[in-house]
């Protein structure tokens, strides 16, 4: 067995100007395309800074796994301590007579970021927040977080608790994709708890509240701390593209809605979404050993889409790579390869090829057929050398 290398295509692409670098004005960012799992722009992205708010989302991680999980319900009610009471910062205004549903908790964290929300989903789900930060840390390794540490559940200053821009970008992008019921929360614009505080009732993502005309954002957070500046972890919609950025460490709100403008308009209008291989389609066919048949095709069932940054100079090029011959049997939906795709100013990425069809092992006579043929190749091949 040996490793095979197939080329099956390099795809050219119309000359025009080249994809501007994005310059951040942030301190740190991340910039990710969902669909096809590109990342646009990193800039100090594994840097472990203070998030701020931004880290509420953690907190809405455990409580949308408690969800799904069946622990708790949207109309579990929660206690409200004391501390959580006495908390400041930006506040959802419980009190402890209060019972507030898991519901009405989530829409304090995201619209009003409540920081008293969250100690009481802290305490509702851990008995403490100490122990609630231990199970957020726990859980962000387990995610592959690993510039993250919690020390509470709100994102209330302390010198310990850190998250860099990647890691609250695989965060957002977890629960965009592992929870799109519970992310619709993150659209409202509005939530004034018991009518108690007009004035903290608005969604402070200034993104909810512009669009590029052919893009549209939904979420997520946004943070601000004298320490951290003001932040923003984002996310647009345009068509069947989907962008996930975050960004720290700028010196307003108003640069913050700058940037984050300016971030989404630059993502969409210098990369170009091309669907190189259609879905269940045949990307090559690989030989084998000891089957009834001597090819089986290789696909991947999802189809390649590859983002091509404006005006590549370049063509897209991939190459089917496995061990072969592939020894029979080969039952469909075995992993076989990969697929290498080759992006000019974007990189490279790696895609698995599954077997397309069953291939049974061949009978006695096939397998005879098929030694004397490879006994054959090897003596050509001695020659040769």
């Known amino acids: 067995m040996r490793a095979l290398t197939f080329r ?17 004005n942030a301190r740190a960012a991340w910039v990710y395309d969902v669909a096809t799992g590109t990342v646009l722009m990193e800039k100090n992205a594994e840097e472990p800074l203070p998030p701020a708010s931004m880290s509420k989302l953690m907190t809405l991680n455990m409580l949308f796994e408690a969800l799904h999980e069946g622990r708790v319900a949207m109309d579990t009610t929660f206690p409200v301590s004391t501390k959580a009471w006495h908390m400041g910062g930006s506040k959802m205004f419980v009190e402890p007579a209060d019972r507030p549903t898991v519901e009405e908790l989530i829409h304090g964290i995201i619209i009003n970021s409540g920081n ?40 209330w200053p302390a010198p310990d608790h850190r998250m860099s821009m990647h890691d609250l970008g695989i965060l957002a992008t977890r629960l965009i994709t592992e929870f799109p019921e519970l992310y619709k ?56 593209r989907r962008i996930v950025f975050v960004i720290a460490g700028l010196p307003s709100d108003k640069a913050r809605a700058e940037e984050s403008e300016r971030i ?49 100079h370049e063509g897209v090029t991939a190459e089917a790579v496995f061990n072969g011959p592939i020894e029979a049997p080969i039952a469909k939906g075995d992993r076989l390869g990969e697929l290498v795709v080759n992006i000019p100013g974007t990189g490279q990425s790696r895609l698995p090829l599954f077997a397309a069809a069953d291939v049974a092992r061949s009978g006695v006579l096939g397998r005879m057929q098929s030694a004397a043929f490879r006994l054959g190749e090897r003596a050509i091949q001695s020659v040769r050398n």
């Open 185 to 240: 929360n993150f659209g409202l614009t509005e939530y004034n708890y018991k009518g108690r505080v007009p004035s903290n009732s608005n969604n402070r993502n200034p993104l909810l509240r512009l669009g590029g005309g052919d893009w549209k954002a939904d979420g997520l957070k946004t943070g601000h701390t004298q320490e951290a500046g003001y932040g923003l972890v984002g996310s647009a919609v345009q068509g069947d």
């Open 8 to 24: 099956i295509f390099a795809l050219l692409m119309v000359l025009a100007l080249p994809a501007r670098a994005f310059d951040t």
């Open 264 to 312: 989404v308009n630059w993502a969409y209008r210098q990369f170009t979404m091309r669907t190189i291989i259609p879905k269940d389609e045949i990307v090559t066919q690989a030989p084998v050993w000891l089957g009834e048949r001597s090819r089986v095709g290789l696909t991947t069932p999802d189809g390649v889409r590859v983002l091509i940054p404006a005006g590549s």
């Open 116 to 155: 008293d929300a969250c100690v009481v989903v802290a305490e509702g789900l851990a008995g403490t927040e100490e122990a609630f930060a231990r199970l957020m840390n726990e859980r962000a390794q387990q995610l592959g977080m690993t510039q993250s540490h919690f020390a509470n559940s709100s994102g």
